[in-house]
């Protein structure tokens, strides 16, 4: 969507239902973002509901920028501010994800071009992420899982593209070494692939 | 650098990511590729992220349990503030405070002089001229009081010689010109206690003055810090908000 959307221009002029219209479009992003980052359903559905209020009130003050960006960014703030509060740590750990078996399955709704993945691989996954520190788990989140591209994650993040470069190398690095320590996890097309 | 990919050094994780995302110069991707195509190691890291990536992507969307469309009460409770009200009320308070406290300070040194030297021309010296004229001699004001004390409020005249120094002093200061006035005042004898009780009542309506002055210029000192405080606040709550 681009900044003269008239949606986004009907909404800015105080027109509730085109903005609504916008909050439908965008609150699966917005919802699977905080998720990700927080790693709780209740703070991540508190932390998108703040974000479209903060969005709402704020939306005079949208100009010449893209809304998605814009969005996101309010969104990552308010899950930054929340992960402050709770001591820069997501509430659910490793273990605690496994146990809690984060994200619900039942809520799960895959498209068809992810593939299923094994459960307790998703599972093992989702924890590492949470175990990232919050800059890099975002930059990871935003360009592996909802695709955004370095430009608009720099958008986001309100930072260079080089910064975003190395957060995003970090966090992949991370991620691999924690998977690579445990093979069992990765299905068999991946530890095949990871053989020198 | 280059050469140390054909050699011994192995290739950073940021150099693996951004090929994984098709963000090296052509030159440079190169040369990650054939130092990849030699080295096992460097080989296996580039997998592991490349595992990490494709694995992050297969995660499914998860969607909330329910909508964050904004109800028209909510959406009311969440006014937006009109750019035209809040704000500027709040940035401008502490300057509005500032000139005001400014003027009255200005009022306070032009038209309520402390001293002769700075009031020349006001009101106020005309005032002190004046009583000057009534009593002979030097410390015009000073004399003055006591003969007002006689034919009138013993105590309220010397509460106003007492506190003009400041208004009186004039004449202390300007002894050449006092002498003069003297002079000329002289011969008005018998109209010189009205006059100093006129001026004993002008003295003490100056003091009232003064103290209504003092008191606004306390309150917009205190108006300027309470509004700077309160701008403040508001602008880190502002940038909490954001």
Known sequence: MTADDPRLQRARDGELAAFNELVLEYQGLVFSLCLRMLGSRPAAEDAAQDAFVSAWRSLGGLRGTAFRPWLLRIAANLCRDELRRRGRRPATSLETALEEGLPEPAAAAPTPERAALDEELRRGIEAALLDLPPDQRLAVILCDIEQLDYAEIAAVMRSTLGTVKSRIARGRARLRDRLQAEPELLPARFRQESRP | MISGLFRREHLSDADLSARIDGRLSIRRSRAVAAHLHRCPRCRQAFEGLQTAKLLLGELPRQQPARSFVLSPEAAAREARPPPASRRPAFSFAPAVALVLLVALLAADFVVLPE??????????????????????????????????????????????ADADTTAGAPAASGDGASEDEAGFAA????????????????????????????????????????????????????????
């Open chain 2, 115 to 160: 001293d002769g030297s700075g009031g020349s021309g006001s009101a106020d010296s005309a005032a002190a001229l004046q009583a000057e004229r009534a009593t002979p001699g030097l410390g015009a004001a000073a004399e003055a009081a006591p003969a007002a004390a006689d034919a009138v409020a013993p105590t309220e005249a010397r509460q106003s």
């Open chain 2, 187 to 242: 011969p008005a004898g018998p109209a010189e206690t009205a006059k100093a009780q006129a001026e004993a009542t002008e003295a003490k309506e100056d003091a009232a003055d003064r103290t209504l002055l003092r008191i606004l210029e306390g309150a917009a000192a205190v108006a300027l810090l309470l509004s700077a405080l309160l701008l403040i606040r508001a602008r880190s709550g502002k940038r909490r908000g954001a």
